[in-house]
């Protein structure tokens, strides 16, 4: 009999767990889990044409990183993007493309495996307070890539991290 007492408190504490964890999924759900937000007057934001300071000499890159971050700004839907006289201004450029060796063949000293580091400055300032909110210097992201499959897989690294780097701006833009 203490075993069936055992066994049923036991599955009464169970299913407390199971309601709690139940009703703390639904209430979280509403939320973001950034963790910040956009000051309540920045409502627009002009996006200024990326420049590519990194000497890498490929513009296809530039383009792409504009156009991602454009991409992700409307789809996060916080801000309306305008061409002139916005509440806030994304100034972006690419800092640097740098490429390392990561792996050699050990019998022949070739190349195996590269990373490339794509490092960018971002600001994004408040128009109407005529302050910056968020300025990072040193925002970089790195993938590998395989140097057999070069250009085509350096491109694909490039652009990988490019899509992780239009989210990041965007977190850092929301988080100030």
Same mark, same amino acid.
């Given at each position: 009999?203490?075993?069936?007492?055992?066994?049923?408190?036991?599955? #009464?504490?169970?299913?407390?767990?199971?309601?709690?964890?139940?009703?703390?999924? !639904? &209430?979280?759900? &509403?939320?973001?889990?950034?963790?910040? #937000?956009?000051?309540?007057? %920045?409502?627009? %934001?002009?996006?200024?044409?990326?420049?590519?300071?990194?000497?890498?000499?490929?513009?296809?890159?530039?383009?792409?990183?504009?156009?991602? !971050?454009?991409? $992700?700004?409307?789809?996060?839907?916080?801000?309306?993007?305008?061409?002139?006289?916005?509440?806030?201004?994304?100034?972006?450029?690419?800092?640097?493309?740098?490429?390392?060796? $990561?792996?050699?063949?050990?019998? #022949?000293? !070739?190349?195996?495996?590269?990373?490339?580091?794509?490092?960018?400055?971002?600001?994004?300032?408040?128009? !109407?307070?005529?302050?910056?909110?968020?300025?990072?210097?040193?925002?970089? %992201?790195?993938?590998?890539?395989?140097? #057999?499959?070069?250009?085509?897989?350096?491109?694909?690294?490039?652009?990988?991290?490019?899509? %992780?780097?239009?989210?990041?701006?965007?977190?850092?833009?929301?988080?100030?």
């Amino acid at each position: 009999m203490n075993n069936g007492k055992m066994h049923a408190s036991g599955f #009464s504490a169970g299913l407390f767990s199971f309601a709690v964890f139940t009703l703390c999924m !639904i &209430c979280t759900s &509403c939320y973001s889990f950034r963790g910040g #937000s956009l000051p309540e007057h %920045i409502k627009t %934001i002009q996006i200024k044409a990326v420049t590519d300071n990194s000497g890498y000499g490929n513009p296809l890159y530039r383009d792409n990183l504009y156009n991602k !971050i454009t991409e $992700v700004i409307r789809r996060d839907n916080s801000l309306r993007i305008e061409d002139e006289n916005a509440d806030s201004r994304l100034t972006i450029a690419i800092s640097s493309i740098r490429e390392d060796v $990561v792996t050699t063949s050990a019998s #022949s000293q !070739i190349e195996k495996e590269r990373k490339i580091t794509v490092t960018l400055t971002m600001e994004f300032f408040d128009n !109407i307070n005529r302050k910056t909110i968020v300025r990072n210097s040193n925002l970089s %992201i790195n993938q590998l890539f395989l140097v #057999s499959g070069t250009p085509t897989t350096r491109d694909e690294a490039v652009q990988k991290c490019i899509e %992780i780097l239009a989210d990041e701006v965007l977190n850092a833009m929301i988080e100030g």
